[in-house]
């Protein structure tokens, strides 16, 4: 391996950590459990509303590009594991196709001004032009990009809306699992006082799939960079 190689550091785990750590210390030191109670009585109250009206939430926070890992914690915590993952899922999804459609249909002017000069958008708009649809699954598999910048960046490349929708939505899973598992267990563990070792072992199952799939994408990646080889009787007959 080269030395020069960086090594693949798993971001979006230790910032799962951070996030569920620093949530419990905010917790604990200002009250918040009685408020995010009061907010899962009233998304309870709704009935079948309640995951319903979080999708709408979830999906107006992305579209406004505000950050959506703070939404999926609190869907763990309020849903459950189960309902929470459903419910995140479709959420960032539907935020995801609707931050697209905007980009591509109804401000492209305006997002265009707004990335103007934006290295990351210029990267992306590169890899996409030279890799093609797999950049929307590498990238929501790795954190090369801001979430918010792949939902309005990809809406001005030629990305087919469909490629875009099926692939987030498939590469967004894993993360979403980690996220919303993950802060099911630290409550679960609060509120019951024991651990859920149960929950504990799927996010480290889904810890170790991200790693794995992660890896598998880069080489990919880099497998698209290789130059295609040129056949002997091509280059006998070029030098001819």
Known sequence: MDKQQKKFIPVKPLLLIAAVVVIVVIS???????????????????GVLGPLVFVVIYSVATVAALPGSALSIVAGAIFGPVLG???????????????????????????????????????????TDRHGDIMVAITRLLPIFPFNLLNYGFGLTKVPFRTYVLWSFVCMLPGTILYVVG??????????????????????LILGIIVVLSRQARKKLKGNDEPVPVPEQAREGKNE
Do not use: C, H
């Open 85 to 127: 993952v459903i419910t995140v899922i479709f959420a960032a999804t539907l935020g995801a196709a609707l931050a697209f459609l905007v980009s591509r249909y109804f401000a492209r002017s305006s997002i265009e001004k707004w990335l103007e000069g934006n290295e990351k958008f210029r990267k992306l708009d590169e890899l």
């Open 28 to 46: 604990a030191k200002m009250g918040a459990g009685d408020k995010l109670g009061t907010l899962q009585d009233w998304i309870e109250s709704l």
């Open 183 to 204: 802060s099911a267990a630290v409550a679960e563990a609060v509120r019951e006082g024991k651990v859920p070792w149960t929950l504990v072992v799927v996010v480290v």
